[in-house]
């Protein structure tokens, strides 16, 4: 789910045990990493290196028939697809992530929820509304379980490199995150300027090349499911603090965690879930997350549909999103630098701006042109649309990464209900814009998207002034050695 996955790694499956702020880890009372424990820190990397690309195969192919499905599929048979798709995202974040990726090797929730993305490429060959509807529920399912999974193995890689190598988890949360994402932000890249190749020489007439599209894409996510075999066990914090009480001879602490059943875990999630929705503070983020989910939904369903594909016709539809994808990817590292130097609220007034000022220019255009004639106009121009999509691709880069950075900040004690929260209300906002996408005209939905960004910045400005900063604070992890690993301390640091 490229909409929503890049703030994924880490937020979705957060304990209030990780440091998901980045925070610098004090080594206090605890014995250095042993020799033997140093020599192995490479493993850590080679892991998060081969989780990379796995992910790399399978959003490449997942993103980029995403992109295509609303356009490609009649009767608005994509769009109902997608907010299937992200329904049951909604449902999988909130009841199913967590019991699985709880019961399960967390390698082998990589494996199920990778595969859950195969279907829906493979209905492709044969679209029909029964075929293409059960599979895009089928990914939403798996959808939940893979980030979860996904963000538990690459904490743990990287807590257990910084153990390695005595290095701050701050610093090895930057390197191991930064690898990540540097690699699966091509997905948009690489899959949207193969799509056009393909969609324009990859067979006879259109109806072969669609065929070898969705083949190529298949045997690529195929590969990248198939990577997640060749990954090396990490062990979590969850496991080292079993070890920790093990060693301690803690019968007790032991007993207590054989007695938490996976539903029992979920249950627990969903109270703290819903207990997080009278705390304030969440109340005025919740446009910010539903936001997050609209606008880069607008991309894939309103902005191919009702611009791209009438200027300029299908095959073009991957060429123009390559210039989304690159301003998204360079977009995310400027901001996130720029984010911690200064103030998140550079956040909030480059997204605001870019999308205020493509909405401004389709609304404006339309009107004095005609919309015939502003589509006409912008296929012998192609320009504009590469300009504008790289202009909505930064501002993705700033909405995506907004909420889960700021729920890191305002529930550092609650990071898990945090996320879920954000999930949750980001897939709810896809839902609603592939639920009306096909049956509003393009300037209502512009009005629509300009009511809600106008709301949350209210909301984001109302939380920031009146309430709490955005602005990150740093916090501190305490760790003490066993067995010649760091084990995060089970009483919190009072600061």
Not at 223 to 240: I, Y
Not at 319 to 341: P, R, T
């Amino acid at each position: 789910m490229s909409a929503h996955n890049r703030e994924e790694s880490g937020p979705l499956s957060a304990k209030p045990w990780q440091p998901v702020d980045g925070s610098q880890a004090y080594h206090t009372d605890a014995s250095p990493p042993t020799a033997a424990l140093k020599g192995r820190f490479n493993r850590h990397l080679i892991n998060t290196f081969i989780l990379s690309w796995a992910f790399f195969g399978i959003f490449v192919a997942f993103s980029t028939v995403q992109n295509l499905e609303s356009s490609l599929l009649p009767d608005n048979m994509g769009q109902y697809s997608l907010a299937s798709l992200y329904a049951a995202f909604c449902f999988s974040a909130l009841f199913l992530a967590t019991p699985v990726t709880s019961a399960l090797p967390v390698r082998l929730s990589l494996i199920i929820g990778g595969a859950c993305y195969l279907p829906l490429i493979a209905a492709n060959l044969y679209p029909r509304w029964g075929t293409v509807i059960p599979s895009a529920v089928i990914v939403g399912l798996g959808a939940g379980i893979l980030w979860a999974a996904q963000g538990t193995y690459l904490t743990a890689a990287c807590a257990n490199y910084a153990t390695s190598v005595q290095q701050p988890v701050k610093s090895a949360m930057g390197l191991f995150n930064g690898m990540f994402f540097c690699i699966f932000q091509g997905t948009q890249i690489v899959g949207n300027a193969l799509s056009s190749v393909i969609l324009m020489y990859g067979g006879k007439n259109k109806k072969e090349a669609r065929l070898v599209l969705f083949v190529t894409f298949l045997v690529i996510a195929s590969g990248g499911v198939a990577l997640f075999l060749l990954l090396g066990k990490e062990e979590t914090q969850e496991q080292k603090q079993n070890n920790l009480a093990k060693a301690r001879g803690d019968e007790e602490a032991l007993l207590a965690q054989k007695k938490t059943s996976p539903i029992t875990a979920v249950f627990h999630n969903l109270g703290r879930v819903a207990k997080l929705l009278l705390d304030p503070k969440l109340f005025l983020m919740i446009p910010s997350m539903f936001y997050s989910g609209m606008e880069q939904s607008f991309v894939f369903s309103d902005f191919t549909t009702d611009v791209i594909q009438p200027a300029k016709g299908v095959n073009w539809i991957g060429f123009v999103l390559v210039a989304f994808g690159a301003c998204d990817a360079v977009g995310s590292v400027i901001m996130g630098k720029l984010g911690d130097k200064f103030s998140k609220t550079l956040y909030l007034l480059v997204g605001f701006l870019c999308h205020i000022s493509v909405f401004a220019f389709l609304v404006i255009f339309f009107r004095i042109k005609g919309k015939d004639d502003a589509l006409d106009y912008m296929g012998d121009h192609i320009w504009i649309l590469f300009v504008l999509s790289g202009v909505l691709g930064v501002a993705d880069s700033c909405w995506t990464t907004f909420p889960p950075v700021i729920a890191s900040v305002l529930f550092i004690d609650n990071t898990e209900a945090a996320f879920s929260h954000v999930k949750f209300w980001q897939a709810l906002g896809s839902v609603c814009v592939f639920v009306w996408s096909g049956h509003l005209a393009l300037e209502t939905k512009i009005f629509i998207y300009t009511g809600v960004l106008t709301v949350q910045v209210l909301c984001v400005c109302i939380l920031h002034f009146g309430f709490h900063s955005i602005d990150e604070k740093e916090h501190r992890v305490e760790y003490e050695s066993v067995g010649g690993d760091a084990v995060r301390k089970p009483a919190p640091i009072n600061q």
